[in-house]
């Protein structure tokens, strides 16, 4: 065995392999020492050196879990490499799993925090992870199915679903997905959403990422499907709709009025976000009969010694705008909330002060800024983000009325997509998201 370890990891000086003798057996070893643990020691090494019985570790053998049989050579360098050790007695092979554990406990939530709800938020660890999960959708319908992808990287993957209220045909589909899989390495569940998404040019992503294994409880709880990824602290869920990505967590812990005030929040910021500086153009340029007069006088005031058009003047803050975003999110933590908001603040008053920009345009960027941070979901708001630009294009050309159109039909492109064969923009999930959990589990 160590003959052919030693070929296949030829100039690897981190591997371990040597020939024991306790007078008794002879036993070749093989492993990573930096991708294992002290388990090695303790089922292992003193077993087999300080308290050696060879009935007793015969037992052991066949009875410890971690222990497993390891005849197929071809294995070896993937178990090797997944922090297994190596171990050859009478002829016969063995693996024992004494993997390098680096997360004891979870993550603190970093992108989706709560008020109330729980703090604590996925790792990197594949085995925490579904801990974490079991521990808060606690039935025994909940079922876990392994894969492993990466032809380099050899990624582990978990599906998790309850199989009383999954939907067969979503399942299937997820796994006809995932055996197409063809990528080197898997790393994060970016690149597992490119995999997944029958075209990869969809605006809207049709996968949704979360890191609170409370919300993903939750998800599971109305039929959905999520997907652990080691190395990733984040879970997919699918399918999914465009409800599902303006939801929050706080939305489930606070009061009936409360959460219902913020919800209809949020879709008014979406729709601020997408639809002002479109709005801006359309009426400054094309149909400013739509305000008032004395509020028409007022904003052309303001414009009065701009010296070109408002769209130019749109795309100047809103650069502005995505350039302070991008830097708030490559900086260093230490400075980059400092940086970003004293740039802001100089930008914003010496445009407008040397005549660049309008005071009005001033508002109108600030208004769009804020309204897309109150979106929950980082990838929807990413793609709220650039469906604004698609309106001030339109605008630019039509004014007001092809903002009218161009909204009717982004309706029915989101009417259209579908997320695993479930429509986007369905005000249920599917019949399980229409009967309370005590019904679902009756029936």
Known sequence: ???????????????????????YWPMEIAYFPAMCDERIKDGILIPYSYRFDPDEFRRMLHSNP???????????????LKGYALIKLEETCYSFKSDRTLYTQPDETQLESSLQGPQSAFTEDLELNAYLLRKRYNVPTLSVEPYEKGSLSRTAIFVVYD???????????????LDKVNIELLQSTGQLIKELTDKNHLFFPTLLQSERPDKVAVMLSRGKVAVLINGSRFALLLPVRLFDFMHAM??????????????????VAVLLTIVLPAAYIGIV????????????????GSRAGVPYPSFIEVFIMLFMIEALIEASIRLPKSV????????????????????????????????????NYVIPNHTFSQAIRLMKYWFILIS????????AVLFFALIVYLCHL????????????????QKPQSAQRKS
């Open 1 to 23: 065995m160590l003959e052919q370890i030693k070929q296949l990891f030829d100039e690897s000086t981190d591997l371990f392999t040597e020939t024991l003798d306790n007078g």
């Open 66 to 80: 971690k222990y497993e049989r390891a005849d197929n050579p071809d294995e070896w360098p993937n178990l090797l």
């Open 163 to 177: 199989r009383k209220l999954v939907n067969p045909s979503v399942l299937e589909l997820l796994r006809k997905r």
């Open 285 to 300: 340029s094309y149909n400013p009969e739509i305000f008032r007069i004395q509020l028409a006088f007022t904003i052309d």
């Open 396 to 403: 630019m050309i039509y004014g007001v009325s092809g903002i």
């Open 336 to 371: 980059g909330s400092a940086a970003t908001t004293v740039g802001g603040l100089i930008l914003g008053q010496a445009a407008q002060q040397a005549g660049l920009v309008s005071s009005i345009m001033i508002i109108v960027t600030s208004v769009v800024a804020i309204s």
């Open 250 to 267: 706080d939305d489930d812990y606070e009061s009936f009025w409360i959460s219902r005030f913020l919800i209809v929040m949020r879709y």
């Open 418 to 433: 579908r997320s695993f064969g479930e429509p986007y923009l369905a005000f249920y999930g599917g019949q399980n998201d």
